[in-house]
């Protein structure tokens, strides 16, 4: 089930810095070479330091520099309009736990400084705020024209770059203190529970890695290139508890379209197809009051069975929201008869769904999400035993067209076997917008 979206997605937003990129060819290690020998020479003229690194501190340098540069040449060959965004919090980069790579220390802005000095010109920084505020802007980074400069004479592809399975695939996410606070990334004692939740990511990343999965260009195409070795996964469990959340993060394929994943996508060699619940949220909740639901399509209100699109919003918002709605949500007013109050849409599901009627607005969604990402967990190593390659996005998957039948038996019967109801699954084959 889908937490409602309530803000505006449609403008480029800049992506986190990957600390894990590192250089895989002999054409990639001499761009880095080149840039480690730059910064260095930068450092000795101009007198910023006063003796050389030597041993753990010189190869932690180089790895900086690497990671730095690989990460912006992968985001200029994916052609992305945005930018990285990184961090120069003293805060962050001293801190220790699992998920520190060891390219994050006090040295980390200096080396960016270094690259991005004009004398250089490898990358272009923009320096943020240096406060907490909202609307705060980051520290963002973009490839420099000597970084353009030498990606275009050695010829760099995707296949020059690697991504270091060291990655923590099991994160834990802090509870957010109000809708505009950002939840951080938090540390965990490892027990039985999440030991297993690891063994099963890197089972799954590992037979996502030696899958045959490619994506279609053309040659005058100019939209971004996806890198189709970036297959690894992560599973994200939310507000301080390994009860809440769990979806999986991760893949190049959840970041197309569902145009393009029809359109350019293929799987051992074939076409897609998708294989998506239906009304996967509510018929969780009923499997969760012990009840069988009486309607075909539950989101089908009397009074509003026109507006189902709007019903689905409003749904969801009243299973993750703990109070009642006051107002109409963003982006949800269009899809209503003008005049309508959200108490009589709110009110109409209600009196539509009595046997859950309890679990409105008590927060459940969130649990609801966790159980929705063990039943895709299930479904990935399940199809893995079968030998079947399945690419998930959210609640849906992705496999070779050969293998709908098998992957369809598999979903349903997992669903069935977590929630105490049959699932309900919808093929496609072909994009509908």
Partial sequence: MNEPATTDTSKAVDTPFSPWRFARTEASKALITEGIADVERYEEHGKLRTRRRKGHDQE??????????????????????????????????GGRNRYRPRVYGKTFPDVLDRLAAPELGWIVQEIGDSDWRQD??????????????????????????GLACVAEPIILKSEKADFWDEAQVIDYHDTEETRLFRREMRDINDWLRSAEIDYGTYKTDGSPVPDTSDRDLRRIFTRGRFESGGRLFGGFWQGMSKESRFDRLVIDGEAIVELDYA???????????????????????PGFEEHRKGIKVVFSSMVFRETPMRKM???????????THISEITEAIIRHHPAIAHLFFT?????????????????????????????????AILVASSNAIVAKQVMGDVFSHHVGLPGLVDVSSTYVG
């Fill in 60 to 93: 932690t340098f180089e790895l900086t520099v690497e990671s730095i540069l690989c990460d912006l040449m992968h985001h200029a060959l994916y052609r992305r309009p945005d930018a990285i965004y990184v961090t120069r919090s003293h805060s962050v980069l």
């Fill in 136 to 161: 705060a802007r980051r520290t963002s980074i973009r490839p420099g024209p000597k970084l353009f400069a030498r990606l275009d004479t050695g010829g760099i592809t995707f296949a020059d770059l």
């Fill in 279 to 301: 009304q996967m949220g509510p018929r969780q909740l009923y499997g969760m009051a012990g009840a069988v639901p009486a309607a075909s399509d539950l989101y089908a209100i």
């Fill in 329 to 339: 949500l963003r982006g949800s007013v269009g899809n209503f008869p003008k005049g």
């Fill in 363 to 395: 927060g459940v969604g969130h649990h609801v999400q966790r159980q929705e990402s063990q039943i895709m967990v299930d479904i990935l190593l399940s199809l893995k035993s079968h030998g079947i390659v399945a690419l998930p996005v959210h609640d």
